[in-house]
T-cell receptor, first 113, second 113 residues
Framework: AQRVTQPEKLLSVFKGAPVELKCNYS??????LFWYVQYSRQRLQLLLR??SRESIKGFTADLNKGETSFHLKKPFAQEEDSAMYYC???????????????FGSGTRLSIRP | DAGITQSPRHKVTETGTPVTLRCHQT?????MYWYRQDPGHGLRLIHY???????DKGEVSDGYSVSRSKTEDFLLTLESATSSQTSVYFC????????????FGPGTRLTVL
């Protein structure tokens, strides 16, 4: 079954400390993986996707196929990083399941001053 | 925000009444989605559309129906609302598959008493 697991409901770290939000997935094949973010009173928006290998707002995510993980990391947390973060997956672009995104349950990141 | 609006933004209704939520987009996106967001569950797909009059079920479609008679509008209907359908509903739209970004609406908070 296709599934995304985010084991932490809440993660609280001090400003300047490293951040790692965990994400594990279950998918038979090679999924597309994403991180979405929802800041307070704002819409859900794409933060980054694995296929782009990009770094957005200092965040990176590495796909580990052996561990089926896609953890989100940032070396130095900032107060403006406080938000709800969702890990998500979809099928490969040419597959039928590419049109559906499956989201994890989310992790609320709180950055303490 | 890719021109995605939702109406109404807030609604309180009683058990057993029909409710229709509207999603409108101005960017001619082919794919449109309805999700519900609940604590501990993240976002769960209710229904989605891959073109005018083309729709399919998501993982939590029971009790919901959708219609898409025009590219720009995607309606979600609760035929007979129940308290378990109290939630925040998000609409999303996406131009294509694969590397295209899914854009979200601002959400509708529905309370069923």
């Amino acid at each position: 079954a296709q599934r995304v697991t985010q084991p932490e409901k809440l993660l609280s770290v001090f400003k300047g400390a490293p951040v790692e939000l965990k994400c594990n997935y279950s998918y038979s094949g090679s999924p597309e993986l994403f991180w979405y973010v929802q800041y307070s009173r704002q819409r859900l928006q794409l933060l980054l996707r694995h296929i782009s290998r990009e770094s957005i707002k200092g965040f990176t995510a590495d796909l580990n196929k052996g561990e089926t993980s896609f953890h989100l990391k940032k070396p130095f947390a900032q107060e403006e990083d406080s938000a709800m973060y969702y890990c998500a997956l979809s099928g490969p672009p040419t597959s039928e399941s590419a049109s559906k995104i499956i989201f994890g349950s989310g992790t609320r990141l709180s950055i303490r001053p | 925000d890719a021109g995605i609006t939702q109406s109404p933004r807030h609604k309180v209704t009683e058990t057993g009444t029909p409710v229709t939520l509207r999603c409108h987009q101005t960017e001619n996106h082919r794919y449109m989605y309805w999700y519900r967001q609940d604590p501990g569950h993240g976002l769960r797909l209710i229904h989605y559309s891959y073109g005018v009059k083309d729709t399919d079920k998501g993982e939590v479609s029971d009790g919901y129906s959708v219609s898409r008679s025009k590219t720009e509008d995607f309606l979600l209907t609760l035929e007979s609302a129940t308290s378990s359908q109290t939630s925040v509903y998000f609409c999303a739209a996406q131009q294509g598959l694969g590397t295209d970004t899914q854009y979200f609406g601002p959400g509708t908070r529905l309370t069923v008493l």
